[in-house]
């Protein structure tokens, strides 16, 4: 898919779930946020200036409102989306160390994409497998009893495995 086609449907999703807001309802930019984000995987560029046009809101007001909520994010998910998480067991058993190898060794932070899109990570609420703590989860798999050195290793075999597969 062209760069050209990308845009396209991505402005054909955001005008659909538009079309399900009047115009001018401000109080709806969360729901309309969350919808995009739950559609696209992010907000874009080209997103958030549709929505403001929308409910006659500036860009960076909508901006400034979506980064108060960490629930949103404004680069696409990497190839590999890693989630760690910050529930009360995963805290006890040094989550904290865990995610900062990652924030390290990814040279990213919670939110954030690698240039090369091979790697997102985020920060979320109990994954509900707190006997496992702590634990992470990439792409939905997850990993249990994490540590930095067992992070790093981790990071370093989904890169071989990329490079194998020409990424
Ligand atoms: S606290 Fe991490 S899985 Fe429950």
Not at 52 to 72: C, E, M, P, W
């Amino acid at each position: 898919m062209t760069d050209v086609e990308t845009t396209q449907e991505k402005t054909t999703v955001v005008d659909r779930i538009l079309t399900e807001y009047p115009q001018g309802k401000r109080d709806a930019l969360i729901p309309i946020l969350q919808e995009v984000q739950a559609q696209q995987g992010y907000l874009s560029r080209e997103a958030i200036v549709k929505i403001g046009k929308h409910l006659g809101l500036a860009a960076s007001k909508i901006y400034g409102v979506a980064t108060f909520y960490n629930q949103f994010r404004f680069q696409p998910l990497g190839k590999f989306h890693i989630q760690v998480c910050r529930g009360t067991a995963c805290h006890v058993k040094n989550s904290t160390a865990v995610l900062d190898t990652l924030r390290r060794e990814l040279k990213i932070e919670p939110g954030e994409t690698t240039r090369d899109g091979l790697f997102s990570l985020e920060v979320v609420a109990c994954v509900g497998a707190c006997g496992l703590a702590p634990v992470i989860c990439v792409n939905g798999e997850f990993y249990a009893s994490m540590t930095p050195a067992k992070t790093r290793r981790l990071i370093e075999e989904i890169r071989e495995r990329a490079e194998e597969h020409g990424n």
